[in-house]
């Protein structure tokens, strides 16, 4: 008894020190879900969902940082990761730039299981350019901002109890050519505070010597099938993998094959979609001569993203060979306290949850990318998401050339920003490519730095076929993709589907924009705004009202889904369909999904 007493004194006394050591930034508006934020335990859930191991360590919580050009003797205080240092949860609020580089510290244990095993070291995701270091080694450098990555670093741990870790961080924001989404070092208009540094879960995991290191399963809904491609490191040969396909404690399909690729037999498959969000559970393991090396669990939807034409000769985006119409926000996941993070994983559901509740079945993830955690949870939910390329250098000139829409132009970008580009959108597909809900790909939005665009989008088909490309969501059009993007405001409109729909896609992919500032709610007093501005909530109301009822005669023409702008105010934009902080939803769910119900009739299009 003496000895539990003594345990939770020692608790109770780190977890008062932690809090003494950071407090929020104070002067923003903050989201509910800040005061639930604990330094002793920050974003404590298994960050990787698609390929989990039961053993690993969180290493979020205080580190260590400093502001300086050169690695600090000392440092200037504490931070809490995974929170931006610009952010108000970062407990620091300072800002960066070009000429500064970050720097981040802090001890740590070995995993207690790592003895004749590899250690690795993950991070969800840093902005922009870091070096990390392992008791004073290098252990690896890592460009992009929004996309995970691993360090194996086994041979950098020392014989003593504690190892340190110390990781720098170079971000040029917008003087830089690098992806940085809505991010500028002088916000305004619809451009936001800057992101610098670790803003995603940091972790350690001891692994077998011989491990799975990804598996990507796609469905075959026509076959009834699905094939996992795993990625393994350091087999030997005759080693094999074994998948299982799991619907709940019931196994439906298991096979054991040399190689790294498994196709399983999925009998009467039961669909994910957005009405039923049926997701199957995976086992696949390492097998080497009968023995279990790695073993990890993963999940699969059997779903099937395509496009056919109606009995008008219009292309259609069907969903499971039928059509639905997708109608969803346009969402750039900012927070007002964590800026790219979400305070808490409840959080981070929390707008999910809310857009279900209003009745869209669709998400626009605009010019930013998530953590895993996100799209497990629209995975689970059944939301259907479109995931945009994060925006950056908007080029030098334009070359210029007839398009479809208007002109069809490309920025002229140095071959490093387009190698830098094309790094990175590789890698966000292959780390988000895992995820049923994810049914399209956008590259470019709004001729923001587009380049190659027939290059970049025919890449994208080719790279992943299971899923649609839609190569410029309002942007310089090109006959490429597979679909034509229009962005209007306010009123709701679309591509001529007669002139543009017998080869793409007609989609209307932003719209919208009404605005109505709350006070109290605001992340500044004044100067706040939005496309078309409303005194209350019964205008605001009555305006989305009749867009919606517009609606219903576009579908028929030919339009396939839509994007109103947007999810929540970010900064000083006051469009969103909730305040900035979460705490006002400005039109009521029930209202909304009534006023959406009548997109989703299925008569609205006949097909062949």
């Not at 076959?223 to 074994?242: F, H, M, P, Y």
């Not at 050339?401 to 002229?412: Q, T, V, W, Y």
């Not at 409109?493 to 709610?521: A, K, S, T, W």
Request: hydrophobic content about 35%; overall charge neutral; aromatic content about 10%.
């Amino acid at each position: 008894m003496k000895k539990v007493v003594l345990l939770f004194s020692y608790i109770l006394f780190t977890t008062n020190l932690s809090a003494q050591e950071w407090k929020p930034v104070e002067g923003k508006i903050t989201t509910e879900w800040a005061g639930k934020v604990n330094p002793a335990s920050v974003h404590a859930e298994y960050p990787r969902p698609q390929l989990v191991r039961p053993n690993w360590t969180n290493l979020n919580g205080l580190w260590d940082y400093a502001i300086s050009n050169e690695q600090p003797s000392a440092y200037a205080g504490k931070i809490l990761v995974p929170f931006a240092i610009e952010s108000t949860l970062s407990g620091v609020g300072k800002t960066v730039g070009k000429d500064n580089t970050l720097w981040y510290k802090r001890t740590f244990s070995a995993p207690a299981d790592a003895k004749n095993k590899t250690v690795l070291l993950h991070f969800g995701a840093v902005d922009w350019r870091c070096e990390v270091f392992v008791n004073g080694k290098s252990a690896g450098r890592h460009e992009g901002g929004y996309d995970p990555f691993s360090l194996d670093i086994t041979s950098l741990l020392s014989k003593s109890k504690q190892q340190e870790v110390v990781v720098s961080v170079w971000d040029p924001s917008n003087d830089g050519p690098q992806p940085r989404g809505k991010q500028i070092k002088n916000p305004h208009s619809i451009w936001y505070t800057p992101v610098t540094g670790i803003w995603q879960t940091v972790w350690l995991e001891a692994v077998p010597k011989s491990y799975i290191e990804s598996a990507n399963p796609v469905p075959d809904i026509d076959k009834g099938s699905v094939s996992i491609s795993t990625v393994l490191k350091n087999a030997e040969q005759g080693d094999k993998i074994r998948v299982s396909a799991w619907d709940g404690k019931q196994k439906v399909a298991e096979q054991e094959v040399a190689g790294e690729t498994v196709t399983l037999s999925i009998p009467n498959a039961k669909l994910w979609s957005p009405s039923s969000p049926f997701l199957y559970d995976l086992q696949i393991q390492l097998v080497r001569n009968g023995k279990v090396i790695d073993d990890v669990k993963s999940y699969f939807g059997m779903r099937k993203i395509s496009m056919q034409k109606d009995a008008n000769g219009i292309q259609r985006m069907l969903l499971n060979n039928e059509f639905v119409f997708q109608y969803g926000p346009l969402d750039q996941g900012w927070w007002p306290d964590g800026l790219y993070t979400a305070p808490t994983d409840e959080a981070l559901k929390f707008d999910i949850v809310k857009t279900k509740e209003m009745g869209f079945n669709m998400i626009r993830k605009h010019v930013k990318v998530e953590p895993a955690r996100w799209y497990y949870h629209c995975d689970q939910l059944g939301m259907l998401v479109w995931q945009d390329m994060p925006s950056g250098d908007m080029g030098n000139r334009w070359d210029s050339r007839p398009g479809i829409i208007g002109i069809a132009n490309d920025k002229e970008r140095t071959p490093e920003s387009e190698a830098i580009f094309k790094k990175e959108w590789k890698a966000i597909i292959d780390s988000r490519k895992t995820f049923p809900s994810i049914v399209v790909w956008v590259p470019f939005n709004e001729a923001w730095g587009q380049f190659k665009t027939k290059e970049i989008t025919e890449w994208t088909m080719a790279y992943d076929p299971s899923r649609l490309v839609n190569s410029a969501s309002g942007g310089n059009f090109e006959v490429t993709g597979h679909i034509i993007d229009l962005h209007n405001y306010p009123a709701p409109c679309m591509p001529d589907p007669n002139l543009y729909g017998r080869e793409q896609i007609v989609v209307l992919g932003e719209f919208g924009g009404l605005g109505l500032p709350l006070e109290g709610h605001t992340w500044q007093s004044k100067d706040n705004w939005g496309y078309q501005s409303f005194p209350n909530k019964e205008e605001l109301l009555n305006k989305y009202t009749t867009f919606m009822d517009a609606i219903p005669a576009l579908i028929r023409q030919g339009l396939s889904a839509a994007v109103y702008t947007q999810t929540t105010d970010v900064e000083i934009e006051t469009n969103g369909l909730m305040t900035y902080d979460r705490k006002v939803v400005k039109m009521t769910e029930e209202k909304l999904q009534a006023a959406h119900k009548q997109l989703y009739d299925a008569s609205l299009v006949k097909m062949k």
